[in-house]
């Protein structure tokens, strides 16, 4: 059955990139709207060999419409998200910001949940689908206890305004122009910052809460420590993860998990060059697992190192599977 679908937020980053992977994936597509606001309505897009024109979102006919995707970039999404369900219409979520209490989904990882036929669906942020995938085949080995991380995340996760400022910035460099911060809160060329989204008052930026709750609701409830650091990388988002369990975990078996679990490709070989690093990852859809080894400093502790596309299986890829879950389970219209 093929199904009627609208991409608000077209114009971004991720919205492009969900429609490209509807396109590659060739879901079931009878019309594909692309939806913005303001001076990006009335552009085209491509969707495979055809041309998109970019329609105003906030008259757009939700009602003729079976699954709308909220991708990063729509205006007001928790309202646009209530006027989709109440149009009869299904919703997937890339933005955050849809329903509160929208199950998080990482088809790998949690299909179940979408056996309650949940109108609304939410794609969680990167770092959380990235570490969900890295430890949800090892909890068959042993119960996860504590997880610490560090996501260096690329200014592509800002957008491309933040993309363009990297790019002159780093140009700016070799010609002695001074830099001044726009996107972010320091030049970002050249340079880490270890702040992504507002602070909070227990001294946590909104990222790092983002990852800690949707990872926990991702892999049974356990507690998430999260450092979120914006790195001068355009496309690629990296993981280092310490994970304690509650059993002594054995590596060989861990490797074998890893390799046997679907969308994971570990890439581990103890020599120069044996890992993956962001620029690897970019257009690629398998999340990469290298670096993995025991962590000595804590019992049932294990270390490894996570790679992938943010805008792939981090935003757009993991989108389109809920989508394609949905389909396959009969809870979309058509």
């Known amino acids: 059955m093929a199904h009627r679908i609208a991409v608000a937020g077209a114009t971004g980053q991720v919205g492009r990139e969900i429609i490209k992977t509807l396109a590659e994936r060739d879901f079931p597509t009878v019309s594909l709207a692309a939806l913005a606001s303001g001076r990006a309505v009335g552009g085209s897009l491509s969707f495979g060999e055809a041309d998109l024109r970019v329609g105003a979102v906030e008259r757009h006919d939700l009602a003729a419409t079976d699954l709308l995707f909220l991708a990063p970039g729509t205006p007001a999404p928790a309202t646009l998200a209530r006027r989709a369900v109440a149009a009869g219409c299904a919703v997937v979520d890339v933005t955050g910001m849809g329903d509160p209490d929208a199950p998080v989904v990482v088809p790998e990882v949690n299909p179940g949940v979408l056996a309650a036929n949940p109108r609304v669906v939410a794609s969680p942020v990167a770092g959380a689908i990235l570490l969900a995938m890295a430890l949800h085949p090892l909890q068959a080995l042993g119960g996860l206890v504590r997880v610490v991380v560090t996501s260096l995340q690329p200014v592509s996760g800002a957008g491309k305004d933040a993309m363009d400022e990297l790019f002159s910035q780093t140009r700016g460099v070799f010609v002695n122009d001074t830099a001044t911060p726009e996107q972010f809160t320091k030049p970002i060329a050249f340079n880490l910052i270890p702040h992504i989204g507002a602070f909070g008052e227990d001294g946590l930026t909104e990222e790092e809460e983002a990852i800690a709750e949707d990872a926990g609701r991702l892999l049974g409830g356990v507690t998430v420590a999260a450092t979120c650091v914006r790195v001068p990388v355009f496309i690629g988002q990296c993981l280092s993860i310490n994970a304690v369990f509650d059993r002594p975990l054995d590596e060989a078996e861990a490797r074998e998990a890893i390799r046997g679990a679907p969308g994971l490709t570990l890439l581990d070989r103890r020599d120069d060059g044996g890992y993956v690093t962001p620029l690897e990852t970019v257009g690629e859809d398998p999340v990469f697992i290298s670096r993995l080894r025991a962590d000595s400093t804590v019992p049932n502790g294990i270390a490894l190192w996570c790679a992938g596309d943010n805008q792939r299986k981090g ?17 979309l219209r058509g």
Request: hydrophobic fraction near 55%; glycine fraction near 12%; avoid cysteine.
């Open 315 to 331: 935003g757009a890829l993991n989108a389109v599977q809920i989508a394609e879950e949905l389909a396959r389970r009969g809870a």
